[in-house]
T-cell receptor, first 112, second 113 residues
Framework: DGGITQSPKYLFRKEGQNVTLSCEQN?????MYWYRQDPGQGLRLIYY???????QKGDIAEGYSVSREKKESFPLTVTSAQKNPTAFYLC???????????FGDGTRLSIL | GDSVTQMEGPVTLSEEAFLTINCTYT??????LFWYVQYPGEGLQLLLK?????DKGSNKGFEATYRKETTSFHLEKGSVQVSDSAVYFCALSGSQAGTALIFGKGTTLSVSS
C-alpha cells in the first residue's frame, strides 16, 4: 500500500540536542511538507518542498532545518535553537503544491 | 491573502444529532476546497473535496457544498455517531502560485452516546 511513514512515533530530546524526524513516502509525490500542531492552534507550516533539492520556509521555520535529497524522503531536524520543541509533528505529501495532501501518523516530540 | 475561518469548538452533540461545522473562506480566483478529519493520535485524512462552485463533496455520510456566493463550505452530517468524534479541518488551495494548502484552525467534535 502506498503511504507516508513517519518515525519514530514518540521521540524524546534532551536540552541542547538536535533531533531528526523521519518522513518517507512511496506515493511518487513531488511535494512534501512539515507541520507542527499544538493544542488549540491547528496546523502551522514549518517547511515545504516542491521538488527534489528545493525547499521553502513556511510560517514557523526558525529553529528547524530540512533536506530533500531524494523524492521519497523529507527529514526534519529540530535544532537546539528551537526553544519550545514539544509538539506533534506531521509530515504530508501531494502530487503538486496545491493538490490534496496525504498525511503521516505524526511524531510526538517531548523534552526530557 | 487567502484564508480560511472555521467555527470555534468544541462542538458537543448526542448520538444521532445533526451536525454543521461552518467554514468560510477568502480567496482570489477559484480555489478548490477540502475537509480533513483527524482522529486522536493520528494524522489528517482527506474527508471530501469540491473543485468548483456548486460542487457537493460527500463521503461517509458527510457533505459539503461549495458556495461561491457566500464563500462557504460548511460540513454537514444528518446523524452523527460516537465514532465521528475527531477534529475537522477546512482547507483551500491557495490562489498564489507556489503556495501550499491553507488550513483552518480545526473544530473539535465530541459525540456522546
Amino acid at each position: 500500500d502506498g503511504g507516508i511513514t513517519q518515525s519514530p512515533k514518540y521521540l524524546f530530546r534532551k536540552e541542547g540536542q538536535n533531533v531528526t524526524l523521519s518522513c518517507e513516502q512511496n506515493l511518487n509525490h513531488d511535494a512534501m511538507y512539515w507541520y507542527r500542531q499544538d493544542p488549540g492552534q491547528g496546523l502551522r507550516l514549518i517547511y515545504y518542498s516542491q521538488i527534489v533539492n528545493d525547499f521553502q520556509k513556511g510560517d514557523i521555520a526558525e529553529g528547524y532545518s530540512v533536506s530533500r535529497e531524494k523524492k521519497e524522503s523529507f527529514p526534519l531536524t529540530v535544532t537546539s535553537a528551537q526553544k519550545n520543541p514539544t509538539a506533534f509533528y506531521l509530515c504530508a505529501s501531494s502530487r503538486q503544491l496545491n493538490q490534496p495532501q496525504h498525511f503521516g501518523d505524526g511524531t510526538r516530540l517531548s523534552i526530557l | 491573502g487567502d484564508s480560511v475561518t472555521q467555527m470555534e469548538g468544541p462542538v458537543t452533540l448526542s448520538e444521532e444529532a445533526f451536525l454543521t461545522i461552518n467554514c468560510t473562506y477568502t480567496a482570489t480566483g477559484y480555489p478548490s476546497l477540502f475537509w480533513y478529519v483527524q482522529y486522536p493520535g493520528e494524522g489528517l485524512q482527506l474527508l471530501l473535496k469540491a473543485t468548483k462552485a456548486d460542487d457537493k463533496g460527500s463521503n461517509k455520510g458527510f457533505e459539503a457544498t461549495y458556495r461561491k456566493e457566500t464563500t462557504s463550505f460548511h460540513l454537514e452530517k444528518g446523524s452523527v455517531q460516537v465514532s465521528d468524534s475527531a477534529v475537522y479541518f477546512c482547507a483551500l488551495s491557495g490562489s498564489q502560485a507556489g503556495t501550499a494548502l491553507i488550513f483552518g484552525k480545526g473544530t473539535t467534535l465530541s459525540v456522546s452516546s
